[in-house]
C-alpha cells in the first residue's frame, strides 16, 4: 500500500517536472529569445545590415540602455510593492540639471555636483513615500503631481536652455570611457542591478516588499512593518533615478530642459515586459534588464533602419501596452491555475 | 423514515421531483471531479448536499449552473430533460434554478429597492422615467413575503447579516413564482454567527414549508441538521449516501463524510492548568470596544473567548497581537510588562495570531505556498546575508507534510489549494515558530470537517509542546470541543466564566446571546 503510493507520488511528480521543463521554460525565456530574433533581423535586414551589427553601434546601446535600465530599476523598487512612481523621469532631469548648473553656475567640485544630486533624488523619495506612506494619498496622481512640480522646477531654473558650457570634463570622459572595451557606464548599471537582485531574492527587506504587493494586510499581520518598508523603497528608487540623472549628463555632456517623460517610459516598458520573463508574473531584475536591452535594440534597429524620430515614442508605447497585457495575462492565469 | 444508505437514491412518499440528476460525471484532466453522481431533489424540501473540501460537491453545483459541462450524464429540472453536453447557464437560469452565493453579489451603499431593480430592471414610465412608487410597492411586498422587517429605501449595511441573505434570496426569486424555482444556497452561513444563521435557516425552512425547493451547501453541520429533509453526501467525487426524509445524528454524517470516524472533533477533555506557569496576565483592559477586561492564561491551556461579532473578542486578540493600541490597562506576558509597538514586537517576543479573514488578513494569493510559509519567519531565515530558496522549499516540504495540507508541492500557489488547506499553511506558518502563546480568531470558518479535525489535532500537540493558546469563535461547538476553559465577551466585558465540566453548547449560545438585540 505504502509501496505503490509512493510510486505514484514519484511519477506524479516526474509528470509535473517534464511539463515544468518545456512549458515554462519556454515561457521563462521568451523575451530572451524574442531579444536574439529581434538582433538577427535588424543584422540581416539590408537596411541596417551596415550599420547595426558593428562594435560601435553595439556600444552606443548599451551605452544608451544604461540609463533607462537605471530608472527601470529604480522603478522597480515601489512597483514590486503595488505602488506607482509616476516621478522617477522628472527625478532624473533635475538631476542632471542640478549637476550640470552646480558646476557650470556654482563651480562646485566634481564629488559635490555627483553626490548632491543623488542625494537630493533621494530626498524627493522621502517626500514621495511621506506622502504615500504617512498621508496615504494615491501614489499615482501624488507622484504625477510631483513630476509636474519638478518639471516647472526646471523650467524656471534653466529658463528652458540647455546647459552646455561649464561642465567638468571630467564626468564626460567617465561617459564615453571604456572597460574591457565597453562603456564603463554598464559596469555601473550591472552593479547596481546585482546590488538589486541580491536585495529582492536574499533580504528580509526585498521579499517583504514582494508580501505587501501581494496583500499588504497579510503582510502587516506578519510583522512586515508596511509603511516603513513602502517609504524606504520610495528613497531607494529616489537615490537610484538621482544617480540615472548624473549618468545622463556624463553621457550627453550637456543637460537639456526636459522633463524627463520619455526616459520613464522607455523604463517603465523594460519593467513590465521584464515582468513576462524570467519570474512570468512577477517583476523582476533580471526581466528588467533584459526588457531595457530589448527596448533599445529594437529601438535603435529602426532609427538604423530609417525610421524617424516618432518611431522610439511608438515602439515605447506599443512595447508598455504589449508587455502591460501579457503580465496582467500572466498573473491572471496564475492565480487561476 | 425511509433511510437509504445506497447511491441510487429513490424519491419517498410520492412527492414530486424538481430535480433529478442522473449518472454525472465530471473530469478535469486526469482527476475525476465527479463520477456517476445521481441524486434526486424533492419539491418543496430542503435538500442538504454534504462533503468536505474536493469531494465534488462544488463542482455539481458548478455543472448545474452551466459554468462548465459535465462530460456525461443527464438530469431533468421540473419537465425539461437535459444532456449534460448541451446544458449552459442560460439553461440553468430558464429551467428555475437561481443561486445564492457565499458572497452575496448585493451593493451594500444602495438601497434594497435599488438592489432588486439592479437585478430585474426598474419599472419605468413615459420617456424611460423609473417609476419608483410602483418599485418601492413591489419592494415593500416581497420584503413582507421574505419576512424581512425592514424598508424598502433601506440601505443594504444598516441590514442584520442574515437579513442580508434574505434580501439575496428574495432578490434571486423575485422574478417568478418561487414555488417553480429551485433556490440554491451556496455555503449560505459561513460568515454568519451563531444566531443569526439560526434565524436565517429557521426563515429558510419556513418558505420550503410553504413549498419551495432549496439545495444547501454547508459546512455547519448541526445547521444542516436542523433544517434539511434529505441528504445527499459526497465524498472523492462520489455520492457516498443519500438519506431521504430522514433524521441522522452528526456523527453518522461526519462518518459518510470521511469514510471513519473522527475523534479529533470530540472535546479531549479538559484540564486544570492553575499550577503551570503564567503567561499571559491582562488587567483592567479598554482598548477599541473593550472596557476592563481582566484575564489570565497559563502554559498548556486552551482558552475560548465566546462572543458575537462586535462583542470585542476580535479587538482582545489584536490588542495582544500590538495591532491595537489599549488606552488603559496592562499586559503581563511570561511576568513582564508588555506593551508591543506592532505585530514584530508581539511576534519577537514569541506570540503568534491566525486571523479571522483568512483571504485579506493571512494569506498571500498570488504567492507559493513556501513565500507563504517563509513569510513568517523573515529574519529567521535569513542566516549570513542569504535566504536560499533550497532551504525554504525544504523547511515548506516538512512543514506541508507535518500538517497534512493536501498540495502538489511548496512551488503551488496558496490560491490553487482549498480554503481548509489553506488554513493548515496559515497555522503551520505561526506553529513552525513553536509561540509561546498563540491567537486563533475563528480559526475553522469555511474549513470542512477532516480539515478541521487535522487543525484541531494540530492545536492540541502546540500546548501539549508548551504553548498557551486563546481561540476566538462564534462556533460554539469549536469552543467546547477544543476548549479547557471558556470566557464569554458580551458588550466589551467578561460577562462569565466556563471552565470544562460546564462548556456546554447550549449554555454557550444562551450566555453570548443574553439582552442582545
Known amino acids: 500500500m505504502t509501496a505503490t503510493k509512493v510510486a505514484q507520488d514519484s511519477s506524479g511528480s516526474l509528470r509535473r517536472r517534464s511539463n515544468f521543463s518545456v512549458v515554462s521554460i ?160 554598464v559596469f555601473v548599471v550591472l552593479a547596481v542591478a546585482v546590488a538589486a537582485w541580491y536585495f ?138 | ?136 410597492n413591489r419592494v415593500r411586498d416581497l420584503l413582507i413575503a421574505y419576512e424581512i422587517d425592514a424598508d424598502p429605501k433601506t440601505k443594504i449595511r444598516s441590514l442584520r447579516p442574515s437579513d442580508r441573505t434574505m434580501v439575496a434570496i428574495a432578490r434571486a426569486l423575485q422574478d417568478q413564482d418561487a414555488d417553480d424555482l429551485i433556490l440554491v444556497l451556496d455555503e449560505p452561513t459561513s460568515t454568519l454567527a451563531n444566531h443569526e444563521s439560526s434565524l436565517l435557516l429557521e426563515k429558510v425552512r419556513r418558505r420550503a414549508d410553504l413549498g419551495q425547493t432549496v439545495i444547501l451547501v454547508s459546512h455547519r453541520l448541526q445547521e444542516v441538521l436542523s433544517v434539511a429533509h434529505d441528504f445527499t453526501v459526497f465524498r472523492d467525487g462520489e455520492v457516498a449516501g443519500t438519506l431521504i426524509d430522514a433524521a441522522p445524528s452528526e456523527d453518522e454524517l461526519i462518518e459518510l463524510m470521511a469514510g471513519r470516524t473522527i475523534g479529533a472533533l470530540k472535546p479531549s477533555g479538559g484540564v486544570s492548568h492553575q499550577a503551570s506557569e503564567e503567561i499571559l496576565r491582562i488587567h483592567d483592559l479598554y482598548s477599541g470596544p473593550l472596557k476592563g477586561i481582566n484575564l489570565a492564561v497559563n502554559r498548556g491551556e486552551i482558552v475560548g473567548i465566546a462572543g458575537l461579532v462586535g462583542s470585542g473578542r476580535s479587538s482582545l486578540i489584536k490588542s495582544i497581537f500590538g495591532v491595537l493600541r489599549p488606552r488603559q490597562g496592562s499586559i503581563l506576558f511570561r511576568g513582564q510588562p508588555f506593551e508591543p509597538s506592532g505585530v514584530h514586537q508581539a511576534m519577537t517576543a514569541g506570540v503568534g495570531l491566525v486571523p479571522e479573514d483568512r483571504g485579506r488578513e493571512a494569506g498571500f494569493a498570488d504567492l507559493s505556498v513556501r513565500d507563504n510559509l517563509a513569510l513568517g519567519q523573515l529574519r529567521e531565515n535569513w542566516v549570513r546575508g542569504f535566504m536560499p530558496r533550497s532551504r525554504e522549499s525544504s523547511i515548506a516540504r516538512a512543514l506541508i507534510e507535518r500538517f497534512k495540507v493536501r498540495v502538489s508541492g511548496p512551488e503551488a500557489l496558496f490560491s490553487s489549494m482549498s480554503g481548509g488547506n489553506q488554513q493548515k499553511v496559515i497555522l503551520a506558518r505561526w506553529l513552525q515558530r513553536s509561540p509561546t502563546l498563540l491567537l486563533l480568531d475563528e480559526p475553522t470558518q469555511g474549513v470542512d470537517v477532516m480539515s478541521r479535525a487535522d487543525i484541531y489535532a494540530a492545536i492540541r500537540v502546540s500546548v501539549e509542546n508548551g504553548s498557551a493558546v486563546i481561540v476566538a469563535s462564534s462556533d460554539m461547538s469549536e469552543l467546547h470541543a477544543l476548549c479547557d476553559r471558556v470566557v464569554v465577551v458580551r458588550n466589551g466585558q467578561i460577562t462569565d466564566e466556563l471552565d470544562s465540566s460546564r462548556i456546554d453548547i447550549d449554555l454557550l449560545n444562551r450566555l453570548v446571546l443574553k439582552d442582545a438585540s
Open chain 2, 1 to 136: 423514515m425511509g433511510q437509504v444508505k445506497s447511491p441510487v437514491s429513490r424519491a419517498a412518499g410520492g412527492t414530486p421531483v424538481a430535480l433529478d440528476i442522473r449518472g454525472v460525471s465530471k473530469h478535469f484532466g486526469g482527476t475525476k471531479a465527479l463520477s456517476e453522481v445521481s441524486m434526486r431533489v424533492r419539491k418543496g424540501k430542503v435538500h442538504a448536499l454534504l462533503g468536505g473540501n474536493g469531494s465534488g460537491k462544488s463542482t455539481l453545483i458548478k455543472v448545474l449552473a452551466g459554468v462548465f459541462p459535465a462530460d456525461s450524464g443527464t438530469f431533468s429540472i421540473a419537465t425539461r430533460e437535459y444532456d449534460s453536453g448541451q446544458y449552459s447557464s442560460s439553461d440553468a437560469q430558464a429551467s428555475g434554478l437561481r443561486f445564492v452565493h457565499q458572497d452575496l453579489g448585493l451593493f451594500d451603499d444602495m438601497s434594497i429597492e435599488e438592489n432588486f431593480a439592479l437585478d430585474a430592471g426598474y419599472p419605468t414610465g413615459i420617456g424611460s422615467k423609473i417609476r419608483w412608487k410602483q418599485l418601492y
Open chain 1, 200 to 337: 529582492f531574492t536574499h533580504t528580509p527587506y526585498g521579499r517583504s516588499l514582494y508580501a505587501i504587493g501581494s496583500n499588504a494586510s497579510s503582510a502587516k499581520l506578519v510583522g512586515i512593518r508596511v509603511d516603513r518598508n513602502v517609504w524606504t523603497s520610495f528613497i531607494i528608487s529616489g537615490v537610484i533615478a538621482g544617480g540615472a540623472g548624473v549618468m545622463q549628463l556624463s553621457r550627453q555632456g550637456s543637460a537639456t530642459a526636459g522633463d524627463g517623460n520619455s526616459l520613464l517610459f522607455a523604463a517603465l516598458a523594460a519593467v513590465f515586459l521584464g515582468a513576462t520573463a524570467i519570474k512570468p508574473g512577477f517583476f523582476n531584475v533580471v526581466g528588467t534588464i533584459v526588457g531595457a536591452i530589448f527596448v533599445s535594440i529594437s529601438v535603435s534597429g529602426l532609427t538604423l533602419s530609417g525610421a524617424s524620430g516618432w518611431a522610439s515614442p511608438v515602439f515605447n508605447g506599443l512595447a508598455l501596452l504589449v508587455a502591460v497585457g501579457l503580465s496582467t495575462y500572466l498573473g491572471r492565469r496564475k492565480r487561476r491555475s
Open chain 1, 26 to 185: 519556454l515561457e521563462n525565456y521568451a523575451l530572451v529569445l524574442l531579444l536574439a530574433l529581434v538582433f538577427v533581423f535588424f543584422t540581416v535586414n539590408p537596411q541596417s545590415s551596415s550599420t547595426f551589427p558593428t562594435l560601435a553601434n553595439l556600444n552606443v546601446i548599451l551605452g544608451s540602455q544604461a540609463v533607462v535600465s537605471l530608472v527601470a530599476l529604480a522603478a522597480l523598487f515601489p512597483i514590486v510593492a503595488g505602488y506607482f512612481d509616476f516621478s522617477l523621469g522628472a527625478i532624473a532631469a533635475t538631476a542632471q540639471v542640478a549637476s550640470a548648473g552646480l558646476m557650470a553656475s556654482a563651480h562646485a567640485p566634481l564629488w559635490v555636483a555627483v553626490l548632491v544630486p543623488i542625494i537630493g533624488g533621494g530626498l524627493i523619495g522621502v517626500v514621495n513615500g511621506a506622502l504615500v506612506s504617512r498621508l496615504q494619498m494615491p501614489p499615482f496622481v501624488t507622484t504625477l503631481g510631483v513630476a509636474i512640480l519638478l518639471a516647472g522646477l526646471i523650467q524656471w531654473f534653466t529658463n528652458g536652455q540647455s546647459i552646455v558650457a561649464g561642465i567638468n570634463p571630467a564626468i564626460m570622459q567617465f561617459g564615453s570611457s571604456r572597460l574591457l572595451g565597453l562603456p564603463t557606464v
